[in-house]
Structures are given as structure tokens and as C-alpha cells.
């Protein structure tokens, strides 16, 4: 724990503005911490918006700047994110974020997991 925060501090400067946004549209009721019902309905929101068209796939170009790090939710490799996939893949950043395993995730460990996630170096 200790050296997760540690962490998350060097790497604050250019994620924490990111991290802070997006933590402010996940935690819909505004409590400081999210929950499961919270995360679902902030990944369906998500989704929504990346699937532009609809079709219920998110092919790399639907997905813009956020291709590189959805690429690793293709499990198929099929070249295209489908819903499954992507909330699978959100359902296992919410099984590592919820390090304390109490059900919620509050400020400082969505932090401490979107650090993480941020410094994973591509292909690394
Ligand atoms: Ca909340
Ligand atoms: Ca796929
Ligand atoms: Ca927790």
C-alpha cells in the first residue's frame, strides 16, 4: 500500500488533472467513492460514447487517441473492441483498483490504479 501511494505521487503531475476529471464523472453522487453501480453505469456511459455508430463494435479509428490502451481489451484480436470485451476489461481494472476489496473504490485508490495503468509502458 505505502509503496503504491509513493507511486502515484511521482507520477501526479500530468495524469492528476486527467485522473480528477474522470473521477469527478465516475462518482455520480459525489460521496468520494464509487462504487459498483456507479462504475457499471460510468463504463455503459463510456461505451456509448465510443461506440459512435452504434454497431455495438469500437473499431480502432471509433476509439481515437484511446486506441493504444484499448487495444489491449481485444482479446479476440480481432481488430475491434466489442462490448463484452470492453466491459471485460473494465471489470478487471475494477478487481485490481479495489485494492482494500471492500466493494467500492475510493478517490485514492482510483488514483493509485489510474497511475498504474497510465505508467505501464506500451509493449513494455
Ligand atoms: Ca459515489
Ligand atoms: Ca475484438
Ligand atoms: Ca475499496
Known amino acids: 500500500m505505502k509503496r503504491t501511494i509513493i507511486l502515484f505521487g511521482a507520477g501526479l503531475t500530468l ?4 485522473i480528477a476529471g474522470n473521477w469527478q ?3 455520480a453522487n459525489g460521496d468520494g467513492q464509487l462504487t459498483k ?3 457499471d453505469a460510468a463504463t455503459a456511459a463510456e461505451w456509448q ?5 452504434g454497431n455495438g463494435q469500437v473499431t480502432t479509428q471509433e476509439a481515437g487517441d484511446k486506441a493504444a490502451k484499448l487495444a489491449t481489451a481485444d482479446t479476440n484480436g480481432d481488430g475491434q473492441i466489442s462490448q463484452a470485451e470492453f466491459i471485460a476489461k473494465k471489470n478487471s481494472w475494477w478487481a485490481t483498483a479495489d485494492a ?3 466493494g467500492s473504490v475510493s478517490r485514492d485508490e ?3 490504479a489510474s497511475a498504474r495503468a497510465d ?3 506500451p509493449g513494455g
Open 100 to 102: 482494500d476489496g471492500n
Open 15 to 18: 495524469a492528476g488533472a486527467a
Open 119 to 121: 505508467t505501464r509502458a
Open 37 to 39: 453501480a456507479e462504475f
Open 25 to 27: 464523472a465516475a462518482d
Open 110 to 112: 482510483f488514483a493509485a
Open 49 to 53: 460514447k465510443l461506440d459512435a455508430d
